[in-house]
């Protein structure tokens, strides 16, 4: 049964943990090596949301600004507060495209949060205006688990998913057991198995679809106790497009259980 569900991230926030691992693809090749690879200046900066946040004291906001290019360096992006005794922000995850940031509220006022480049030359176009309140009581936490969450989080990462690859490229398939909090996804690419016979996918390529695919696992993994499954497990497996019943590839949790790169070695 799936356990209390965890409170802080909204949907739009949990698609950027995993796109981290996925970068925006056109299928399985070379497109994948160049987005990690290309590394640039920061060109522009935008939040998320442009909503203004309203905390009590003690109490934070996660969030996260949109970074062009979508691989950049750690220290690229800076967040700073007009005033930190009212809040104070800190980055968190760096994701393909974004940059995490946690603000939390330290005394009643308003603090402006911004977000720049470290060389200075580029910011956001306007800030994060943050109104802190006193304290209110805590409510008092429900022990009943959330009902409908796993069809939550198939649809979420499915969105993820339609959206970081060609669908005419790459098929997938995601489904969800509550009862051992299995979470599976099959991924296809019309020609990838012919392409392998033939050598004609490099070892850097292959290397970097395996660590990209093993990455993924974890960061959906992660993702389970917001939606109320804290045990949640991930299996991916890569089909083999030509015989959809053998794998090309497959990891759980991070750790590669069959990779067909070893097996031809």
Same mark, same amino acid.
């Given at each position: 049964m799936p356990g209390p569900k965890k409170k802080g991230l909204k949907a739009w926030q949990i698609v950027l943990i995993v796109l981290g691992a996925l970068v925006v693809i056109g299928g399985f090749g070379t497109a994948i090596g160049e987005a990690f690879s290309n590394l640039s200046t920061i060109q522009s900066l935008s939040w998320q949301s442009s909503e203004d946040i309203s905390l009590e004291i003690g109490r934070t906001e996660k969030g996260w600004v949109k970074v062009n290019p979508k691989q950049f360096k750690d220290g690229d992006v800076i967040f700073a507060s007009s005033d930190e005794s009212v809040a104070v922000v800190q980055p968190g995850t760096k994701t393909s495209g974004a940059l995490w940031y946690e603000i939390k509220a330290v005394g009643e006022e308003k603090a402006e949060i911004y977000a720049r480049s470290s060389d200075g030359k580029t910011e956001t176009a306007f800030p994060i205006i943050v109104t802190v309140?006193?304290?209110?009581?805590?409510?008092?936490?429900?022990?009943?688990?959330?009902?409908?969450?796993?069809?939550?989080?198939?649809?979420?990462?499915?969105?993820?998913?339609?959206?970081?690859?060609?669908?005419?490229?790459?098929?997938?398939?995601?489904?969800?057991?509550?009862?051992?909090?299995?979470?599976?996804?099959?991924?296809?690419?019309?020609?990838?198995?012919?392409?392998?016979?033939?050598? *004609?996918?490099?070892?850097?390529?292959?290397?970097?679809?395996?660590?990209?695919?093993?990455? =993924?696992?974890?960061?959906?993994?992660? *993702?389970?106790?917001?939606?109320?499954?804290?045990?949640?497990?991930?299996?991916?497996?890569?089909?083999?497009?030509?015989?959809?019943?053998?794998? *090309?590839?497959? =990891? *759980?949790?991070?750790?590669?259980?069959?990779?067909?790169?070893?097996?031809?070695?």
């Open positions: 309140i006193s304290n209110e009581p805590e409510p008092e936490p429900s022990t009943e688990p959330e009902i409908g969450s796993s069809a939550e989080f198939i649809q979420d990462i499915s969105q993820i998913l339609s959206e970081s690859f060609d669908p005419e490229l790459v098929k997938f398939d995601v489904s969800f057991d509550e009862t051992t909090s299995l979470m599976t996804i099959t991924m296809s690419e019309d020609g990838m198995a012919n392409r392998i016979v033939s050598d *004609l996918v490099s070892e850097e390529e292959w290397t970097t679809i395996r660590d990209g695919m093993v990455d =993924v696992s974890t960061s959906i993994q992660d *993702l389970g106790p917001y939606y109320g499954f804290p045990d949640t497990s991930v299996q991916i497996s890569i089909l083999n497009d030509s015989q959809e019943d053998r794998v *090309l590839f497959s =990891v *759980l949790d991070g750790t590669i259980l069959y990779d067909v790169m070893e097996e031809q070695e």
